[in-house]
């Protein structure tokens, strides 16, 4: 079983990035498909990013094209969210998510949990 804690939320101005991180323990982090998904006020939670346990497969929410950058290092048993560009509808609470087999964009696919970490971007 893994825990996970994300990091890195803030509060930036519009055009501005941040990176989110994500700290797995008590499991090795290799075998788990990571994703990040957000939930904005009044909104469902939807995907956002995902890489396969491999870093060989990568999938983006068609808004975030071009600005988000999702990646791992398994040794540090750590994901990365670098998000580049961001706008006021990127304002947010980003949770991280894993699960043991291939990546999806389904939420109810997976298992594991961090807490989430606020992103806010004003205009």
């Known amino acids: 079983q893994v825990q996970l804690v994300e990091s890195g939320g803030g509060l930036v101005r519009a055009g501005g990035s941040l990176r989110l991180s994500c700290a797995a323990s008590?499991?090795?982090?290799?075998?788990?498909?990571v994703a990040w998904f957000r939930q904005a006020a009044g909104k469902e939670r939807e995907f956002v990013a995902g890489?396969?346990?491999?870093?060989?497969?990568?999938d983006y929410l068609d808004s975030v094209k071009g600005r988000f950058t999702i990646s791992r290092d398994n040794a540090k048993n750590r994901a990365y969210l670098q998000m580049n560009g961001l706008k006021p509808e990127d304002t947010a609470v980003y949770y991280c998510?894993?699960?043991?087999?291939?990546?999806?964009?389904?939420?109810?696919?997976?298992?594991?949990w961090g807490q989430g970490t606020q992103v806010t971007v004003s205009s």
């Open positions: 890489i396969s346990w491999s870093g060989e497969k990568i």
């Open positions: 008590g499991s090795s982090f290799s075998p788990y498909a």
């Open positions: 998510a894993a699960r043991v087999g291939a990546l999806v964009v389904v939420q109810v696919a997976y298992d594991y």
